[in-house]
């Protein structure tokens, strides 16, 4: 497996714990943890392989961190580099968009000739609408740690034993 990237906001608390979960879930496999907050084209062309940590901020938007990396990242050459994308989200304060920053990011990834991995199912969520949701499942794990926090040690396990065998 080639060295994998995990790119999340070290400033928020909620994002870090997850991110430390899927790190410590790889067990011997080594991850570089990058801040979203810092990163830079030239950082980021080191990997082939990435974890990307994508909160749903406000009405269904991406983190300023990763807007202000947006035309950067838009410019970037992803044919031949893998993404599996995480986020946390509100499904109950925020039916209408839940999660809507995977699939912002996903639409960006895909645009740009990555390939995305770690689809999970939307079973066990109550929403009305979401843009990371394809066929019936997420493009990503989406965890809600407002309402079903009990679920994410669960749903973090089950996404890090498909990812790690999808990853090349």
Same mark, same amino acid.
């Given at each position: 497996m080639k060295k994998i990237a995990i790119i999340y906001s070290f400033n928020t608390v909620k994002s870090q714990k997850a991110a430390k979960k899927i790190v410590a879930e790889f067990e011997e496999t080594q991850i570089d943890m990058l801040n979203a907050e810092e990163i830079t084209g030239e950082s980021f062309r080191k990997y082939d392989n990435f974890i990307l940590s994508l909160p749903t901020w406000f009405d269904g938007e991406l983190p300023n961190y990763w807007d202000e990396?947006?035309?950067e990242f838009e410019d970037l050459a992803l044919k031949g580099k893998t993404f599996a994308l995480f986020g946390l989200g509100d499904q109950k304060g925020y039916p209408e968009n839940f999660g809507?920053?995977?699939?912002?990011?996903?639409?960006?990834? *895909?645009?740009? %000739?990555?390939?995305?991995?770690?689809?999970?199912?939307? &079973?066990?969520?109550?929403?009305?609408?979401?843009?990371?949701?394809?066929?019936? *499942?997420?493009? %990503?794990?989406?965890?809600d740690q407002e309402n079903q926090p &009990?679920?994410?040690?669960?749903?973090?396990?089950?996404?890090?034993?498909e990812i790690k065998q999808l990853f090349p």
């Open positions: 990396f947006v035309p809507d920053a995977l699939g912002i990011m996903a639409e960006m990834i *895909e645009n740009g %000739g990555g390939k995305i991995i770690g689809s999970t199912s939307a &079973k066990g969520y109550t929403f009305e609408n979401s843009l990371a949701l394809r066929d019936g *499942e997420f493009v %990503g794990l989406l965890l &009990k679920l994410s040690a669960k749903r973090i396990k089950d996404w890090v034993t």
